[in-house]
């Protein structure tokens, strides 16, 4: 569980290699002292944008722009995965 001034970041498929590979916890605690866009967190793991299609806020389907809270749960999902899936997970609609 994150802490007050962490989040607590989890990442699938390929992110998940990547996060491996750079040696990174699963789930990794990040320091988040405010509020902040879900694209700040991207910037601060050196992730570009563009392999991130959905960001997971506590369970919760969100956007770039939706804010991120100290204590907060975050899950990061890459393109591709398989179309039922994402609509069932909510971050795409029929």
């Not at 789930?27 to 902040?36: C, I």
């Not at 997971?56 to 956007?63: L, T, V, W």
Request: proline share 10%.
């Amino acid at each position: 569980m994150a802490g007050e001034h962490q989040i607590e970041v989890r990442a699938f498929s390929f992110l998940h290699e990547l996060f491996a590979s750079r040696g990174w916890s699963q789930p990794l605690e990040v320091e988040w002292s405010e509020p902040a866009p879900a694209d700040r967190l991207l910037e601060k793991l050196g992730i570009p944008a563009e392999e991130v299609e959905t960001v997971f806020i506590n369970g919760r389907a969100r956007h770039a722009d939706d804010l991120i809270n100290p204590g907060d749960r975050v899950a990061l999902v890459p393109p591709g995965t398989p179309g039922p899936y994402r609509v069932l997970l909510g971050f795409r609609k029929v």
